[in-house]
């Protein structure tokens, strides 16, 4: 047991940083200092506006309305609102909710500005959407960030007047096609007064605030917010996935504007998404603290920007646990591909055995593609197979993710590459492991740069621990292999919470990725001999798999969840 201390102190480890990756800092209270963001402020208007469905055109959106402009113009702003006609596309959509034949309704954005000391300078606009799906009270789509944006002008206000003008959108019928929002920047002449635009939406009800959308060639924008923002959550990997995707928010009508943009949104507790019981007693108020508080440090930066940040070449950035940002340019990238290669030849000295080399290559992919079919395989056995209730699906994110984590160990214990080839890691084992993902991470930094850290610095997390387990030896390259595992898979755990969170329900096959690079990451640290035997390994996986099996059947055959969406029941 004494071997196995560095693999289970990797794992702790990894799960740890994990938690504190995907876990939303604490709401403050009602009595934090007045400069700073507290969600408990915050509350109370997502209590005011969230208590109700109110969709464009609807009694209870203007009593919402009233509200809004009243709080704006408390704190000292001057407010206007800004009517225009919804398009056919929203008024086909809003019929085919209400069922009724019904003139279309006006669109009414709300449109505020906080006066700076030179009304010269480009404003900074802050935008959320004020109006809900039919039959959701949408405290958290999108009253989270109506709430956020009247709390981070408060805290501006209580300070120093700002340099520039602090604007507010809060528009109509984004629900309805982006109606408000497209009325604003196609046509309203306050828009030529904008420079900077900060977005907040919601897919859910909770999970950490990610920055998932920027303007391009952010490089610029992204050193201020490095600079800014004291906890941040964003990714360019989300950013370059999100271009590619067929999806919209009220930051799409701004495209093409030449605005420096930002987009933050919370996608987790999936079943709140455009949901009857998207209330606000189930609003995480944690998620809300993490959108307002980034945002808030990002507004005040921007505010107090001699200049604002102008297109500069795309950078790589992300994360690290939530606790701090690392952003480097894509170039460097290529730096990392050669210092993983090394460390891992290295790892290998004068002893590499071809045919080590090609069992780690085939057991990886074993891993892999066994991994990916029986995914997918258990996720039509959940009812992916036939027509399903997307909101119902997101209701079952969680035991899908629970499935799929069972599936995911079930597939480690069946290959027998990461345990039986263990003692070959110093032959090649390790390195054929290796040899896939870091080729692919290579294909990745030539065609996708600010994406391809996904696989590139894995690989050399995974490189420095085989080296250290060759050259180091004993509890000092032990203890190196732990730390890097423990950081890598630490992110890949995070990485694939988020990414079931993202997709999972579609396409769940995708974990396959992470899994693949934690293998890699902990194959150094493997020992010689096996805790358990093979046949005790297969049992235990076929027991995971059973239970896997047991939670699809159970997803299958429950009734629609009271949260999905009212108008979809009908479909």
């Not at 949408?138 to 003008?165: F, K």
């Not at 093409?256 to 998404?273: D, K, Q, V």
Request: net charge neutral; hydrophobic share 50%; glycine share 10%.
């Amino acid at each position: 047991m004494r071997h196995w201390w560095a693999l289970a102190a990797a794992i702790v480890g990894a799960a740890i940083l994990a938690v504190i990756g995907t876990t939303p800092p604490p709401a403050a209270g009602v009595d934090a200092p007045a400069a700073t963001f507290s969600a408990d402020r915050a509350m109370v208007d997502v209590r005011a506006a969230g208590s109700m469905p109110h969709p464009t055109g609807s009694a209870e959106l203007a009593r919402v309305r009233e509200h809004l402009v009243r709080r704006l113009a408390d704190m000292g702003m001057s407010v206007s609102l800004r009517r225009g006609s919804l398009g056919e596309a929203g008024a086909k959509r809003l019929k085919e909710w209400s069922g009724e034949e019904a003139a279309a309704p006006e669109v009414v954005n709300i449109v505020a500005t906080l006066s700076g000391a030179d009304p010269e300078k480009p404003a900074i606009l802050l935008m959320a959407h004020y109006d809900t799906v039919w039959g959701s009270p949408g405290a958290a789509d999108d009253g989270a960030g109506v709430a956020a944006i009247l709390e981070v002008v408060r805290a501006i206000a209580a300070g120093p007047r700002p340099p520039r003008d602090l604007m507010v959108l809060l528009t109509d019928a984004e629900e309805l096609s982006l109606g408000g929002s497209q009325a604003f920047f196609q046509s309203d002449p306050l828009r030529t007064r904008v420079g900077a635009i900060i977005n907040m939406e919601a897919r859910g009800g909770g999970g950490r605030t990610t920055m998932f959308e920027t303007s391009p060639d952010n490089g610029a924008a992204m050193t201020l917010f490095e600079e800014a923002v004291q906890r941040p959550a964003a990714s360019s990997l989300s950013v370059y996935v999100y271009k590619r995707l067929p999806n919209d928010t009220d930051l799409s009508s701004a495209r093409g504007g030449g605005y420096t943009a930002y987009n933050f949104a919370f996608i987790g507790r999936p079943n709140l998404y455009h949901s009857p019981l998207a209330t606000p007693d189930a609003l995480d108020r944690g998620s809300l603290q993490d959108m307002g508080a980034q945002v808030l440090d990002l507004t005040r930066a921007l505010l107090h920007a001699d200049a604002l940040p102008e297109r500069a070449p795309d950078r790589v950035f992300f994360d690290v646990f939530g606790l701090g940002l690392i952003s480097y340019a894509p170039a460097l990238g290529w730096v990392f591909v050669a210092a993983a290669a090394l460390l891992l030849a290295a790892s290998v000295g004068g002893r590499l055995d071809p045919p080590a080399l090609l069992r780690g290559v085939l057991a990886i992919f074993a891993l892999g593609l066994l991994t990916a079919i029986a995914l997918q395989l258990g996720n039509l056995l959940s009812g992916a197979d036939g027509t399903t209730n997307y909101y119902d699906r997101l209701a079952a994110l969680p035991r899908l993710e629970v499935q799929a984590a069972l599936i995911a160990l079930s597939s480690f214990l069946i290959v027998p590459g990461p345990r039986r080839l263990a003692g070959s890691v110093g032959r090649g084992a390790g390195v054929g492991a290796a040899l896939p993902l870091l080729l692919l991470g290579t294909a990745m930094q030539a065609a996708a740069p600010t994406a391809a850290y996904i696989l590139v610095l894995p690989m050399l997390l995974a490189g420095i621990a085989s080296a250290a387990r060759r050259w180091a030896g004993g509890w000092t390259g032990q203890a190196i292999g732990a730390g890097a595992a423990a950081l890598g898979c630490g992110y890949m755990l995070q990485f694939a919470h988020q990414l079931f969170q993202s997709v999972g329900a579609d396409m769940p096959y995708v974990l396959a990725l992470p899994l693949v690079i934690g293998a890699v990451l902990l194959w150094p640290l493997m020992p010689l001999t096996p805790l358990v035997r093979r046949r005790a390994s297969l049992i235990i996986a076929a027991t995971l798999g059973l239970a896997a099996a047991s939670l699809a059947l159970w997803v299958r055959l429950d009734p629609i969840a009271p949260s999905a969406a009212v108008y979809s029941l009908g479909a």
